[in-house]
């Protein structure tokens, strides 16, 4: 037989260690929750203090979720005439995009092995923000004056160069975007059949965009119909509403970087572009095979998650051909009377004539002075974006210009108009020295400012040619009147504001030329309360 060990009987001592033992591992424990809480909820208020009590990032813009997808039946959908009737961004999947060969063919060596030899007009730049733009040819592009923010390089690359950077997924010192067409006929081939994705009668470009992950475009707008089409990789669109433009401080139209925010979105300076704080947008995020509208005039920023390769197809739209139209109807009258009137058309005469055709436009067309009232956030905003798409009715009490933003209207005097576009397009430049106001008038050698309180029949007063000039500037602008009303009530009100801008700095184009025009701006709108 074994011999078996008697089992000693615990002694009042074992069992007091093994209580002390117990309770230690119990605080222990505790200590050990306690611990990780606090953490967590360390965490929770560094993200929540991170975006503001409102939900904005670092006290910028507030994200309100989601652009929501809509799956079509089927590839053969149409899409295009509906989507865009609509006006609201969608991502749409399921779409013609699936019987794309680029779809399952083009990855990096692919792509390579179909390209030109080089790469022409890659855009070269040692940070992943690439904009703001700049266009030389716009007016104020001569001033010296000017900053040229973030500026980067255009230049050829061979093909291998440039796609070895795209496959380099390691820390950059030098980033590399590109948009065009890569000058291959196979790849064109690869993105057919596409024509749903253009209106017909109104195409203006098809292109591939191709770039490194982390690549950043910045804050602009569009006046197109746009569809993109993610190919590979992934995309973040930030999307922000046209009301939202008092919001993210647009550059002046006769800038070289207009169309484009004066913001950078990851480091926004409140104190200069205090509205910014009150900004909302919408996310969207692209995978292979999605393909997203974006409506003309709507901001978007777009960041590449990955390396990859879109293509987008921009059509021109209504608004654009509105705001030609209204141009046309507006300085040929003018140039016309130059021809034959007996008249010389002075700066005097035509900026007068500016000022009293706005006091006449402004009379019988309302404007948006201030956005809107912060949307509505994620589930009742993706409700409304399928309610505008036709697929499920809206929530109650709600209707479809929630989602797109309209804002209140109002009728406005030209002085009051252009204070809230100097504040926003003007204001900050002329602050930092790059647009420069003579803080004399000059208007005894440029341009002719009407009277403080000048009754709208008395703007002509002062012209130099008498009542006989005065009857003829009339009478072309009562003639003039009815189709420029007419243009500018076609634009919903989200929009009108952006255009009626664009339409001002143009008149004071032709009225003043390029140089003269913030003198223009200041002297006889914002200076002349």
């Known amino acids: 037989r074994r011999n078996k060990q008697p089992v000693p009987t615990p002694s009042v001592a074992t069992r007091s260690e093994r209580k002390s033992d117990g309770a230690d591992r119990r605080r222990l424990g505790l200590l050990y929750y306690v611990s990780v809480s606090v953490v967590l909820l360390c965490n929770f208020w560094y993200l929540v203090g991170s975006f503001g009590s409102d939900g904005a990032p670092f006290g910028g813009y507030t994200l309100m979720g989601s652009v929501p997808r809509v799956r079509l039946p089927g590839p053969d959908t149409p899409f295009r005439e509906d ?155 930030l999307i922000f509403p046209p009301s939202q433009t008092h919001n993210v401080y647009s550059y002046p139209f006769l800038h070289p970087s207009n169309a484009q925010s004066q913001i950078n979105l990851d480091q926004p300076d409140l104190d200069a572009f205090p509205h910014h704080a009150n900004a909302a947008c919408w996310e969207a995020d692209l995978g292979p095979g999605d393909m997203l509208y974006i409506p003309p005039m709507y901001w978007h920023q777009v960041v590449a998650i990955d390396s990859n390769f879109g293509m987008n197809a921009w059509s021109k739209s209504v608004f654009t051909e509105y705001f030609n139209e209204a141009i046309q109807a507006s300085v040929k009258p003018f140039i016309r009377k130059n021809e034959v009137s007996k008249w010389i058309w002075t700066a005097h005469s035509k900026s007068a004539t500016v000022y009293y055709l706005l006091r006449r436009l402004f009379s019988k067309v309302e404007v948006s002075l201030q956005p809107p009232a912060p949307p509505a956030k994620t589930p009742t905003t993706f409700a409304l974006f399928l309610a505008k798409l036709g ?54 050698s440029h341009f002719l400012c009407p009277a403080t309180g000048a009754k709208e029949g008395d703007v002509l007063s002062s012209l130099s040619n008498g009542a006989g000039e005065k009857a003829e500037v009339e009478a072309i602008v009562t003639d003039m009147l009815p189709k420029l009303v007419s243009l500018f009530n076609k634009f919903p009100a989200s929009i009108r504001f952006q255009f009626l801008g664009n339409y001002i700095e143009s008149l004071a184009l032709w009225a003043v030329g390029g140089e003269s025009a913030v003198d223009f701006f200041y002297h006889c709108y914002v200076k002349n309360q």
């Open 83 to 237: 989507t865009i009737k609509h006006g609201v961004p969608v991502i749409l999947t399921n779409t013609v995009v699936q019987n794309w060969d680029a779809l399952n063919k083009w990855d990096i060596s692919y792509v390579e092995a179909q390209a030109g030899n080089t790469i022409k007009n890659v855009y070269v730049h040692k940070e992943p923000l690439f904009g703001p733009l700049w266009r030389d040819k716009k007016p104020f592009a001569a001033m010296k004056t000017l900053v040229h923010r973030n500026q980067f390089g255009v230049q050829d690359m061979p093909k291998k160069a440039f796609f070895s950077r795209m496959a380099n997924t390691s820390a950059q010192t030098e980033y590399v975007y590109y948009t065009g067409s890569f000058e291959s006929r196979q790849l064109a081939k690869d993105l057919q059949p596409f024509k749903e994705l253009l209106v017909p009668g109104k195409v203006e470009h098809v292109n591939i965009w191709a770039g490194q992950a982390g690549v950043v475009t910045h804050l602009h707008y569009d006046s197109y119909e746009n569809f993109f089409v993610q190919l590979s990789g992934r995309k973040k669109f």
């Open 391 to 444: 697929l499920n009715k809206p929530s109650p009490g709600l209707t479809a210009d929630d989602l797109s933003q309209q804002p209140s209207s109002e009728i406005a005097s030209p002085r009051k108009y252009m204070n809230v576009l100097w504040a926003e397009r003007y204001e900050q430049l002329v602050a930092n020295g790059e647009l420069v106001v003579q803080q004399s008038s000059p208007s005894s």
